[in-house]
């Protein structure tokens, strides 16, 4: 304009730097908005339909139950030795606490003799718990407050808030 030249080419040192934080600006924008995306976990496990559909209610054993699912999420401390297996579905978004937005229980009872008496599953619905399929040699499972109790926690303490 007047005459005077940058000294030494500064003209492309400026254009680098801000090039540089051009770059810069748009990772962290990109680190932002991921951040914000929620996250899913799952926690404890119910075994698979399929697996479900080879127990034979009246006839399986607890031995049987075990080799075919696995052993469960809970048992023997409750009453009657029944076995339930319980998943959990976690959402996170950016640093907020993680939020539990799903619980299913698989409840499975057995007879005194330690033969299957019944297969249930069960889930939360608008804060109810509902029946979400059952196979059953009498009306419903024994304990049910306790079921109660596993499902409609959600929001509460787990056990995923005290192990780190």
């Known amino acids: 304009m007047c005459g005077i030249k940058p000294i030494g080419g500064h003209d492309k040192r400026i254009g680098e730097l801000m090039k540089s934080k051009t770059i810069g600006f748009s990772l962290v924008f990109v680190a932002t908005l991921a951040a914000c995306s929620p ?12 697996d479900l559909d080879a127990l034979i209610v009246g006839v399986d054993t607890r031995d049987s139950v075990n080799q075919t699912l696995g052993m469960p999420t809970t048992s023997g401390a409750i009453k009657d030795g029944n076995y339930y297996y319980v998943r959990s579905r976690f959402k996170q978004v ?16 057995f007879n005194a003799a330690g033969v299957v008496e019944n297969v249930e599953r069960f889930g939360l619905e608008n804060g109810e718990v509902v029946v979400l399929d059952y196979r059953v040699t009498r009306t419903s499972v024994a304990d049910a407050g306790f079921i109660r109790r596993l499902i409609s926690s959600i929001g509460g303490p787990s056990a995923s808030q005290f192990i780190r």
């Open 39 to 50: 996250q899913y976990r799952n926690q404890g496990y119910v075994p698979p339909q399929e």
């Open 94 to 109: 950016g640093i907020f606490k993680p939020e539990e937005v799903t619980r299913e229980v698989l409840a499975i009872s």
